[in-house]
Each structure stands twice: as structure tokens, then as C-alpha cells.
T-cell receptor, first 112, second 108 residues
Framework: NAGVTQTPKFQVLKTGQSMTLQCAQD?????MYWYRQDPGMGLRLIYY???????DKGEVPNGYNVSRLNKREFSLRLESAAPSQTSVYFC???????????FGSGTRLTVV | AQRVTQPEKLLSVFKGAPVELKCNYS??????LFWYVQYSRQRLQLLLR??SRESIKGFTADLNKGETSFHLKKPFAQEEDSAMYYC??????????FGSGTRLLVRP
């Protein structure tokens, strides 16, 4: 039982490049989330998907897009990376409202 | 506005000393609060939830609605408790709102 799996673990991009961060969970969870973690700012929600087929903006969605490909997978895309998007990105999922989130191990992204 | 405030960026204590990590929240409804822990270069893990009223790794947290607080406490800190601790509030649409985190450093 792998839990929440994120790929890649590390990535360096040049300004203007695009990339997709992948997230998959094997726990049959309904809701999935993308957060970014920055020093002194905690975790901020980028986008979330309450159920398969739905996505909604979080606190800091600008510069990002998401796709809930199926119940297992929730990807985050940076169309044109900027240095301000240098961060650690965490994916999380939850079964229903009575549980805490399960987090992935994170993707450390640097945009130069 | 919904907000979680952790006023201390860093808390440094000696092994065996009591620990209290502060968390205050702002929320208009009935709050559901959590503490998450992140050990060095690891993923976030759920430490405890207020509705469970449980003690995990010696940590406890009590919800005080009058003071809008959910402070995390441990009577005797251990070196292995050194980590980043995040307080989080679940809002009405079941999203987690995190505080900025407190780094706990337990010195030998």
C-alpha cells in the first residue's frame, strides 16, 4: 500500500519552461489537494478536487492548472514557470470528512 | 476571515523540559482542528485531532473555544521531538488551512 506518491522528487526548471507534477493515491480517497510549502508561510492550498471530475481553486492558484484524471490521479501543471514558483509542493488526499489528510513526500522545485 | 496563527517560528527547549506550541484560530463556525508534524525532509504526518481527544507520542492538545486556541503540549520533551509542527483548521468545505508552522528544537 503505497499511500500518496508524487513524482518527480526534485526538479530544476528555467523561467518560462513548463512541467507537470504527478500525484497518485491508492487508498480510494475521494478528495485530493495540492499545497505549496514556503518558509515562514506554512502550507498554502493551490487547487483541490473534492471528487473525481471536479476541481476548485485554493488560496494561490495563479500560474497553475490541475487535472483530476481519475479517482487515483491529480496532476499539477505549471505552464510557464517563474522564480516565484520555487517551492516544495505537496499532494494530499483524504477519504472523507472524518479523517486527516495523507500527504505525499513532496516535490522540491527550483525555477532559475 | 478563517485564519490559523502560530506566533512562534522557533521554540528551543532542553531535553526533559515541558513544551507548549501555541496555536490560535479565527473561524466563525464550529472548528475542527489538527496538529501535523514534519520531521526533517519527511512528509507531513497527522499527529492528533481535537475530536479524538487522544495523546500521541506524549503530546496532547485541548480546544479552548473561549480563547480560540489549540495549543500542543508535552510535559517532557525528547530529542526525537525536534521537527516542524503545523496547526491546521478544517473549514466548512473540508479544506485544511494551515498555520505558518513552529520549528521545535530539543537540545540534549
Amino acid at each position: 500500500n503505497a499511500g500518496v506518491t508524487q513524482t518527480p522528487k526534485f526538479q530544476v526548471l528555467k523561467t518560462g519552461q513548463s512541467m507537470t507534477l504527478q500525484c497518485a493515491q491508492d487508498m480510494n480517497h475521494n478528495s485530493m489537494y495540492w499545497y505549496r510549502q514556503d518558509p515562514g508561510m506554512g502550507l498554502r492550498l493551490i487547487y483541490y478536487s473534492a471528487s473525481e471530475g471536479t476541481t476548485d481553486k485554493g488560496e494561490v492558484p495563479n500560474g497553475y492548472n490541475v487535472s483530476r484524471l481519475n479517482k487515483r490521479e491529480f496532476s499539477l501543471r505549471l505552464e510557464s514557470a517563474a522564480p516565484s514558483q520555487t517551492s516544495v509542493y505537496f499532494c494530499a488526499s483524504v477519504k472523507d470528512n472524518n479523517y486527516g489528510y495523507t500527504f505525499g513526500s513532496g516535490t522540491r522545485l527550483t525555477v532559475v | 476571515a478563517q485564519r490559523v496563527t502560530q506566533p512562534e517560528k522557533l521554540l528551543s527547549v532542553f531535553k526533559g523540559a515541558p513544551v507548549e506550541l501555541k496555536c490560535n484560530y479565527s473561524y466563525s463556525g464550529s472548528p475542527e482542528l489538527f496538529w501535523y508534524v514534519q520531521y526533517s525532509r519527511q512528509r507531513l504526518q497527522l499527529l492528533l485531532r481535537h475530536i479524538s481527544r487522544e495523546s500521541i507520542k506524549g503530546f496532547t492538545a485541548d480546544l479552548n473555544k473561549g480563547e480560540t486556541s489549540f495549543h500542543l503540549k508535552k510535559p517532557f520533551a525528547q530529542e526525537e521531538d525536534s521537527a516542524m509542527y503545523y496547526c491546521a483548521l478544517r473549514d466548512s468545505s473540508y479544506k485544511l488551512i494551515f498555520g505558518s508552522g513552529t520549528r521545535l528544537l530539543v537540545r540534549p
